[in-house]
């Protein structure tokens, strides 16, 4: 009840600029040229200090993507992109890599504090201690800082820049990484291994239940730069994680590209539970600037009884093009995706998941809440397919759309298959409008448009945001109330 | 009853169409503070489209004629601030709200109501006892506003809802449309009282009925017979009776 509270607080305050993360940093960075070849590869690999195996691994990347054309079959539409055009490399100056806190820039320090991310260990407001999460906060194309390093290490659990990973544990990284995602997946894919900028990485061991939530916070600051991060979580035997990802962007004319990969392995019994909460910048009304988010995530639940969840609350950029997917491999493991995804202005999402059942008594379950305001187009594209050996598998999808004015579309494309003839595949889809009766009903008992069209909304999202990290849902709950800015009256 | 100084409702010579079609043709209205005002017609006589048209419910095309409340234009005022000034319409058919519970939307109305009275929102507590006290008088069970709003409530359940907004809301103009219908005899009884409780000298309803039953329960002060989109003739509460002995044929002739 509080939280809806919070959401017409939030209404109530949004001025004209209701993208409130749109400031841009005065911060010196470190910028490699423009354009994209062997050159630039090397020189981010130089920078990083990175193994001669994993510069071979990038440049491999880089040749079979010179080989590759964009994916043309999401119902999205944009201008080619240039990417000589882009900046694969921007580092803020005073940060070279990650150190201590006391180390870091104070100006990157008030940059996170302005977004709501405090990268302190001790939050302690009125005597009274908040939930604790470890941070790492990727700014541009580095790890600026990480919180409660030390503290996850006395359990065992490795939680640090992608590059630091690279450096510390070496053998952990080059047995995992692209074993989910391969090199040569896809065409965002593929550029993302050529030229990954960071980061997160997080190893769990055997048994452990990390004590805290962990999480990244991207930021795009540096003009004209493409984001490449790479995240990597690896489950071993028994243990769990709940990790959370948030992402802005300053308001910029020109369209940003953000291409990343994130890469989950679930090991026996091992539980992944990974939350994005997208907010980069969508572009303006008319459609100038935002973030092209052209996303691979993929989990693999490698072990049995596995179980890997996403949830996703997409509110920001120009384009969505994502599809968070598991693929279940392990007996009896399970996989999860919780969506809301919500368009306004001229923003275009499509995206949904895949389900790959391989093994036996498989599990899988789909909630997708999409909601289309403005003149925004917003599809479900979902896969749940059954493979020959995956006796007993089941799926449960359920997919609905929430239409906010006449000038929107709202898409559902399933794809389903299965070739074993035991699996239980589900699917139902509904599509609705916010009505003018319920509109109605409730300004006449006093509400404004807006608060009854956040009301509503959040009623339409519920079950999903039942699954975000109580603290994050709230967060989150707010989001959804801004980005419905201006979609009413 | 002792009646207040200017009228609370004053509706003058209003004329309304939908998609062009006339509904109400010069229609006159004045109720007063503390008075208990029933309206009575045949189906189609233009009743609730009076209800949604004080309320405004948009679609609505106002061809003529002006509403004052308290003194106010009503018609140059939205929806949510003629709620806030106190009109209150109890709908004929409640609308139902997927995922939100009902709890959650009564404190956010409550709450807006506040704060356009400069009023802070009220704690929990307190706005748990004043639901308890509500759902006690209107018989209606607590565990049943953690669920949806209206989503599944029976015909009879909606309507008690309907008047434990009211009790809550405590407004100035309550306009019941239809209050009565579906309710089972306890139900009709529970509601009047509910009502009945709401009475106060401050306070008017305009309640639309086809039941001389209801009546039974809430007194009205006056009786208006509406036919063919206007207020054809207006009593004390025997005009109730008589209309249950003879029916609208008359009115309705009156008003062609
Ligand atoms: N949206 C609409 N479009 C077209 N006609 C409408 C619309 N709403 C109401 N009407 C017409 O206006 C007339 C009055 O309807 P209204 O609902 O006000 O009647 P009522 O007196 O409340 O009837 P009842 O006793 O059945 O509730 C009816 O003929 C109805 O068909
Ligand atoms: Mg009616």
């Given at each position: 009840m509080a939280a809806v509270q919070g959401t017409v607080d939030r209404v109530r305050s949004i001025?004209?600029?209701?993208?409130?993360?749109g400031f841009v940093s005065p911060i010196e960075s470190d910028v490699a040229p423009k354009g994209l070849n062997e050159d630039i590869i090397r020189f981010i690999s130089a920078r990083k200090e990175e193994p001669e195996w994993l510069l071979a691994w990038r440049l491999d990347a880089f040749r079979r993507w010179l080989t590759m054309g964009a994916p043309k079959w999401a119902r999205v539409e944009y201008p080619p992109?240039?990417?000589?055009?882009?900046?694969y490399f921007s580092a803020p100056?005073?940060?070279p890599g990650p150190k201590?806190?006391?180390?870091?820039?104070p100006e990157l320090l008030r940059t996170y504090a302005k977004l709501?991310?405090?990268?302190?260990?001790q939050e302690i407001l009125a005597g009274v201690e908040r939930p604790r999460v470890a941070v790492d906060a990727v700014f541009d194309s580095v790890s600026v800082a990480t919180t409660f390093k030390a503290e996850l290490a006395k359990v065992g659990v490795i939680f640090c820049s992608f590059s630091e990973a690279v450096r510390n544990h070496p053998d952990l990284v080059r047995r995992y990484l692209?074993?989910?995602?391969?090199?040569?997946?896809?065409f965002y894919a593929t550029l993302n291994s050529a030229v990954f900028s960071d980061g997160s990485f997080v190893y769990v061991p055997p048994g452990?239940?990390?004590p805290m939530e962990l999480s990244t916070y991207f930021r795009i600051n540096e003009k004209n730069t493409g984001q490449f991060e790479r995240t990597l979580i690896v489950a071993d035997k028994g243990s769990y994680v709940s990790y959370l990802e948030g992402c802005t962007a300053p308001k910029r004319d020109e369209n940003q590209l953000h291409a990343a990969v994130v890469e989950l392995i679930a090991l026996e019994d091992a539980e992944i539970k990974y939350s994005t909460v997208q907010n980069w910048y969508?572009?303006?009304?008319?459609?100038k600037g935002g973030i092209y988010n052209f996303v691979t995530k993929r989990g693999d639940?490698?072990?049995?009884?596995s179980k890997i969840s996403w949830t996703q609350v997409e509110t920001g950029s120009a384009i969505t093009w994502k599809y968070p997917s598991c693929?279940?491999?392990?007996?009896a493991s399970r996989g999860e995706f919780y969506s809301i995804a919500i368009s306004n202005g001229r923003q275009q999402v499509d995206s949904g998941t895949k389900m790959i059942h391989l093994g036996c008594n498989t599990r899988s379950r789909i909630i997708s809440k999409g909601i289309a305001a403005g003149k925004s187009q917003n599809t479900y594209r979902g896969q749940v397919s059954a493979h020959?050996?995956?006796?007993?598998a089941r799926n449960f999808t359920n997919c609905d759309s929430l239409l906010i004015g006449h000038q929107c579309g709202a898409h559902t494309v399933p794809y389903i298959e299965a070739k074993n003839a035991s699996a239980i595949i589900e699917h139902e889809a509904t599509t609705s409008k916010v009505s003018e009766e319920q509109l109605f009903y409730c300004l006449q008992r006093g509400l404004s448009a807006e608060e009854a069209t956040a009301l509503i909304v959040n009623g339409f999202v519920r079950d999903v945001l039942q699954q975000l990290p109580m603290e994050f849902a709230v967060e989150a709950q707010k989001l959804i109330a801004i980005s419905l800015e201006g979609s009413v009256g | 009853m002792m009646q207040a100084a200017g009228p609370m409702l004053e509706i003058k010579k209003l004329s309304v169409s939908i998609h062009g079609a006339p509904?109400?043709?010069?229609l006159n209205l004045t109720v007063r503070a503390g008075e208990v005002a029933a309206i009575m017609g045949p189906n189609g006589s233009g009743k609730s489209t009076l209800a949604y048209v004080i309320a405004g419910?948009?679609?609505?095309?106002?061809?003529s004629g002006e509403i004052w409340f308290d003194g106010e234009d009503?018609?140059?005022?939205?929806p949510n601030e003629r709620a806030q000034k106190g009109v209150f319409l109890a709908f004929q058919y409640p609308v139902e709200i997927p995922g939100v519970a009902t709890m959650t939307f009564m404190k956010a109305t409550l709450n807006a109501r506040r704060r356009s009275r400069g009023q802070g929102d009220l704690t929990t507590p307190d706005f748990m006892r004043r639901v308890r006290e509500a759902s006690q008088m209107l018989k209606l069970?607590?565990?049943?506003?953690?669920?949806?709003?209206?989503?599944?409530?029976s015909g009879g359940e909606k309507k008690r809802l309907e008047i434990l907004q009211m009790a809550l809301l405590r407004p100035r103009l309550c306009v019941l449309d239809e209050?009565?219908?579906?309710?089972?005899i306890d139900a009709l009884k529970v509601v009047s009282d509910g009502v009945n409780a709401l009475r106060d000298p401050e306070r008017a309803f305009l309640v639309i009925t086809h039941y001389q039953r209801l009546l039974e329960h809430i007194r009205p002060d006056v009786v208006h017979v509406m036919a063919k989109g206007r207020i054809v003739a207006s009593g004390g509460p025997e005009l109730a009776l008589e209309l249950e002995r003879n029916g609208y044929r008359d009115y309705a002739e009156a008003a062609a």
């Open positions: 001025d004209v600029e209701a993208y409130k993360y992109i240039d990417f000589q055009e882009i900046h100056k005073t940060t201590s806190l006391d180390d870091v820039d709501g991310i405090p990268l302190v260990e692209g074993t989910v995602v391969p090199a040569t997946d896809n452990i239940r990390c969508p572009g303006d009304a008319e459609g639940c490698r072990g049995a009884r693929i279940l491999r392990g007996e020959r050996l995956a006796t007993g | 509904i109400l043709e010069d419910k948009p679609d609505y095309e106002i061809v009503l018609l140059e005022l939205e069970d607590q565990e049943m506003l953690r669920r949806p709003l209206n989503v599944g409530f209050t009565d219908s579906g309710l089972d």
